[in-house]
């Protein structure tokens, strides 16, 4: 179940509470305890100083907290309700954490890491429709970018930016070019990936000065295998050394660092701008290995 909504829900029924209680409720509460106590002080005027409880002033005090205490039901709704607004706040608005379920993304994002995905720098949406409010930036070729799975709405995916709209990019004999441009590539030192216990060729990609370390391995056939039927399929054209397409407008071409061993757009299509949740920045934590906490490419 989607947890935007569930944790919306939370807000409104722990909000309703909480205003019902400073409405209602807690004048309700203060009524009784003064109540409570102008009847204790009635008592102990009646039966003097001499008969007057010693501890008075202890139990009138007692007797009013007991009055004004919430009941456990509003306890453990109104009193939530600040904590769960401002992570509901925070998680829509500002900045929500992801876990990378996935070696798609290696050598950038190893499967464990997490991460923190900025959620305003494409433009504030409401939570749950998703409805854009403000424009944001508009997102770069090389950006890391955590999305809705066009196919599977309530999954989320991370991949790179590799085609905006209206660019044809093209992964023919595993290399790739945008607009006719090759991606220039330079060959790094052999990455041992310790998910498949074995070392794979890594190269480092400079997507319009931005640069990024990818595996490719060139004994890996290049042609694409298993493409599914997808919204503008008709924008690519697949052959035995591989895809060209062109971005269809408010759409965009995603890839995994992690080229043979990832499915993306070359396999599912292109996703819109509608699916976007933020761009990913930061890796907070990674349980196996704290040395890869930091800022990424």
């Avoid at 007692?62 to 009055?67: A, D, G, I, M, N």
């Avoid at 292109?270 to 990913?280: E, S």
Wanted: neutral net charge.
């Amino acid at each position: 179940m989607n947890f935007a909504l569930i944790l919306f829900v939370l807000v409104v029924l722990t909000g309703v509470a909480w205003v019902a209680d400073k409405l209602v409720f807690m004048p309700q509460r203060r009524r009784a305890a003064e109540a409570a106590v102008a009847e204790f002080d009635r008592q102990q005027a009646r039966v003097g100083e001499r008969f007057a409880d010693e501890n008075a002033p202890a139990t009138r005090a007692r007797l009013r907290e007991e009055k004004l205490r919430q009941p456990w039901w509003l306890e453990y709704s109104a009193s939530f309700f600040p904590v769960i607004l401002v992570v509901f706040v925070v998680r829509s608005f500002v900045i929500e954490p992801f876990k990378i379920p996935s070696g798609s993304m290696v050598p950038t994002l190893l499967v464990g890491d997490f991460i923190l995905v900025n959620k305003f720098d494409y433009g504030i949406r409401l939570p749950i429709v998703n409805t854009k409010l403000t424009q944001g930036r508009p997102l770069e070729r090389g950006d890391v970018v955590v999305f809705r799975y066009p196919k599977d709405e309530s999954v989320d995916y991370i991949k790179r930016v590799i085609g905006l709209p209206g660019d044809v990019v093209a992964y023919e004999d595993k290399k790739l070019t945008i607009n006719g441009k090759l991606v220039p590539e330079t060959a790094l030192p052999d990455y041992f990936d310790e998910e498949r216990i074995g070392y794979a060729k890594q190269f480092e990609e400079d997507i319009n000065g931005r640069k990024n370390a990818i595996l490719n391995n060139p004994a890996v056939p290049p042609f694409v295998m298993g493409a599914e039927d997808y919204p503008y399929r008709e924008n690519c054209q697949y052959n035995d050394r591989g895809v060209v397409c062109k971005v269809p407008a408010g759409h965009y071409f995603m890839m995994g660092d992690n080229r043979d061993n990832s499915a993306d757009s070359r396999y599912w299509g292109f996703v819109p701008d509608k699916n976007l949740v933020g761009r990913a920045f930061f890796i907070w934590m990674n349980f196996s290995n704290l040395k890869r906490i930091g800022s990424f490419n």
